[in-house]
């Protein structure tokens, strides 16, 4: 059976994702950086392991214990609401080590035994909130919108070895805890002087009655996987997709 690796897979997009792939027959290698099964399906084809995708000895540990990988979904991002001014840098780089870096050197870390199969493929879940200009999301779409230039240049790189590279771009999931974990760990300590534009900003946000669900992720992943003409860009969620569409990029 083919065998897919996924970060982040302790909620939401991630164990959305690792549910699909099950369903569908592959073995999955759910990975996270504290390993545990809840939430996830049980099985026999199913594998938790720990991965830290900002630490070098982490990953190398996790792709030796994974063995032979037909696909890897890098999946594990830390977001931030918050202008700039409001934002440590520190957490900033520590966004930035997550949603870049950690994608750059998970994918570094597979690359070498795709080239030698000449066969593989790699999919990067960034956001669409790279599609345009938002309030409060300088730092997280700067992430992001980097996530995406290294995807589609690397792409080139890759597909000379056989190796296809996408990306999925969610749109906002109310129902999953990204955006709280978020909070928890970046913190949203939003200067004074801009408190009202903030506030304005997140109740036009929870006010959009278009939203993604975590199934439209795990199908867009699953696209993006198994269907060779699938385009670099792929939308997930109905607000996604509707951004795609004012962009005049193509959805189908």
């Not at 506030?199 to 439209?216: I, R």
């Amino acid at each position: 059976m083919p065998r897919i690796l996924i970060t982040g897979c302790s909620s939401g997009f991630g164990q959305a994702i690792a549910a699909q792939f099950l369903d569908q027959g592959w073995d999955v290698i759910a990975t996270m950086r504290s390993p545990s099964a809840a939430g996830l399906p049980e099985g026999e084809r199913l594998k938790v392991l720990a991965l830290d995708v900002t630490d070098p000895e982490s990953i190398a540990a996790a792709v030796a214990d994974a063995g032979q990988i037909d696909a890897l979904v890098n999946n594990a991002g830390v977001g931030m609401l918050n202008v700039l001014e409001g934002a440590d840098i520190d957490r900033v780089r520590e966004l930035f080590e997550t949603n870049v870096l950690g994608a750059m050197a998970m994918t570094r870390a597979v690359m070498p035994a795709m080239r030698t199969q000449r066969n593989g493929v790699i999919v990067n879940v960034s956001s669409s909130v790279t599609l345009r200009p938002l309030p409060a999301l300088s730092i997280y779409s700067a992430s992001k919108a980097a996530l995406n230039a290294f995807t589609e240049s690397f792409a080139l790189e890759a597909a000379e070895f056989g190796v296809r590279v996408r990306l999925v771009l969610p749109g906002s999931a109310k129902a999953t805890s990204f955006g709280q974990n978020a909070v928890a760990r970046m913190g949203m300590d939003i200067p004074q002087a801009y408190g009202p534009f903030v506030q304005a900003y997140v109740q036009s946000l929870q006010s959009e009655a278009k939203k993604t669900e975590v199934g439209d992720v795990a199908q867009a992943v699953w696209r993006a996987v198994t269907d060779e003409t699938a385009p670099m860009k792929l939308p997930a969620g109905a607000d996604a997709t509707a951004l795609f569409r004012e962009e005049g990029l193509p959805v189908g």
